[in-house]
């Protein structure tokens, strides 16, 4: 183990849909997404009030980018594969 630090800022966009108010309430109700960032699961029925998702890793939308991890994992000298 080392005493390195690695830093990086992996930017995830969504861009969420125009919704009626019903709409949004529906959604709360059928998803229940209150512990979720923004109030919406892209992996579940969110991707439905969804519009766009911009970014280079997906993962980073729910709190851990892994293309990135895989990198800092390498540049530490451990083989994920």
Known sequence: ?????????????????????????????????????GSAKSEGLGIAIIEKMTGEDPNALIGLPLIKLVSMLENESISVI
């Open 1 to 37: 183990m080392t005493e390195n630090m690695q830093v990086e800022v992996v930017p995830y966009i969504v861009q969420f849909k125009n919704l009626s108010d019903i709409q949004i309430e529906n959604y709360l109700i059928k998803e229940q997404p209150y512990n979720c960032a």
